[in-house]
C-alpha cells in the first residue's frame, strides 16, 4: 500500500518552497531598490510598502494552484463517480480500502484540473470518469506524480482518421492518440473504445491505458518507447535487448502482445502497459522478464493482485439495488447513502 496523506506531497512542499524563494528574492531585491531611489527622492515607507505588497502577490501566485487543488478535494466524491468506479473499473475494485481512498483523489484532482471536452457531443458521468482512471492507473505508484504533460483530452464520438474526422468515411481506424505539435498537451480518444476497454477488462487492451503510457514514455521529453522513470541506467542495455527480443517474438508469431507493438518500441511499451494491467499475472507466468520490467517502471507489482483482479472480473460489473451495501464502504444502504446524495446534488 502507498500512502498520499492530505496535501502534504513533495509536489506541494516544492510549490511552497519556491514560492517562498521567489517571493523573498523579490522582498531583497526590492529592499535594496528602495533604499537606493531614497537618494532620488522617492519616499521610502511607499517603495517599502509597493516591495511588501509585490513579494506577497509573487507569493500568491506561485501557490495559487495548490490552493485551487485543496478546494477540489474538500467537495465530497460525486456518488455517481463512485457508482463508475464501482461498476466499471476493475483496477479500482481490487484495491484495499485504503489504497481505493487515494484512488479517488487522484480521479478527483484530474477531473478538477484538467479539461475534458466532448467533441460532437455532451459528455456523460462516465465517460469523464473512465478518463480519469486510465490516467491514475499507470501512475498510481507514485503517489508524487504530476499530470504536466496534459492539459486537455478530447472525447470523440466514434474512432477518427488522420485528419482528426469521424463522420462516415473511411481511414477511421485511430482510437486514441496523444497530440504534438499545435496540439501538444493534448489527447483524443474515441469514446465507445474508451468505454468498451474497461467493460472488457481481461482482453488486454484498454486504450486510455495506452495513451496514458505515452505520456509516462513522454516524462523524459520524448515518446520512443523508453519511459523516463521506473529503470536505472543500468537496465537501459537490458531494457533494450528485451523490446527487441520480444518484437522478434511477435514477428515469428510466437507471442501473444498485440501485433499492433510491432509498428515501433514506443507502440510496444504501449502495448505491453495494457497486457501489464489488465493480465498480469499471465504476463509474469508468459513474459516474465517483460513483467519485472514493467513492475520497476510503474512502480506496481500487480501480478501479486492476479488473483484480486480475476475475483472482480468473474463478478461482472456491479448492479446496485436500493438495499444493496453502499459502495462507498459507509455501512449504509445505498439507497440512504450515494443514492440519496445523488438525488440530493
Known amino acids: ?37 531614497r537618494e532620488v527622492g522617492v519616499s ?39 457508482a463508475v468506479l464501482q461498476q466499471e473499473v476493475v483496477f479500482f475494485r481490487a484495491l484495499e480500502a485504503e489504497d481505493q481512498k487515494r484512488f479517488r483523489r487522484e480521479v478527483q484532482v484530474f477531473l478538477g ?3 475534458i471536452t466532448g467533441i460532437g457531443m455532451d459528455l456523460d458521468a462516465k465517460t469523464r470518469v473512465l478518463t480519469a482512471a486510465g490516467a491514475v492507473m499507470p501512475i498510481f505508484g507514485f503517489p508524487e506524480w504530476e499530470w504536466d504533460q496534459i492539459r486537455e483530452v478530447l472525447i470523440y464520438p466514434d474512432r477518427f482518421n488522420q485528419e482528426y474526422e469521424f463522420a462516415e468515411g473511411g481511414g477511421r481506424n485511430t482510437l486514441g492518440m496523444v497530440g504534438t505539435g499545435a496540439f501538444n498537451g493534448m489527447m483524443i480518444l474515441s ?27 513522454k516524462s523524459d521529453g520524448v515518446i520512443d518507447g523508453f519511459p ?64 519485472a520490467m514493467l513492475a520497476g517502471v510503474f512502480n506496481q507489482s500487480l501480478a501479486e ?26 455501512g449504509k444502504k445505498y439507497k440512504k447513502c450515494c443514492l440519496a446524495r445523488a438525488r440530493r446534488g
Open 44 to 82: 521610502l515607507a511607499w517603495s517599502l510598502a509597493f516591495t511588501a505588497a509585490f513579494a506577497a502577490l509573487v507569493y500568491w501566485g506561485m501557490t495559487r494552484k495548490l490552493r485551487r487543488r485543496k478546494h477540489i478535494l474538500e467537495e465530497p466524491f460525486p456518488a455517481e463517480w463512485e
Open 305 to 330: 493482485r492476479a488473483k484480486d483482479f480475476k475475483r472482480e472480473r468473474e463478478k461482472g460489473r456491479v448492479k446496485f439495488g436500493r438495499n444493496s451495501p453502499c459502495p462507498c464502504g459507509s
Open 191 to 217: 469514446k465507445p473504445d474508451l468505454v468498451g476497454g474497461f467493460r472488457n477488462s481481461g482482453d488486454k487492451r484498454n486504450v486510455a491505458v495506452h495513451e496514458f503510457a505515452h505520456l509516462v514514455d
Open 228 to 291: 523516463g522513470v521506473g529503470i536505472s541506467r543500468e537496465a537501459v542495455g537490458p531494457w533494450i535487448e528485451l523490446v527487441r527480443r520480444k518484437m522478434q517474438e511477435m514477428r515469428d508469431g510466437d507471442s501473444d502482445i498485440d501485433p499492433y507493438g510491432l509498428t515501433n518500441e514506443a507502440e510496444f511499451f504501449a502495448v505491453s502497459t495494457e497486457y501489464f494491467f489488465e493480465r498480469p499475472g499471465v504476463m509474469e507466468r508468459k513474459h516474465p522478464e517483460l513483467y
Open 113 to 115: 484540473e484538467k479539461l
Open 1 to 37: 500500500m502507498i500512502e498520499r496523506g492530505g496535501l502534504s506531497t513533495v509536489w506541494e512542499e516544492r510549490v511552497v518552497r519556491n514560492a517562498r524563494i521567489f517571493s523573498g528574492v523579490a522582498l531583497a531585491a526590492g529592499v535594496a531598490l528602495s533604499f537606493g531611489l
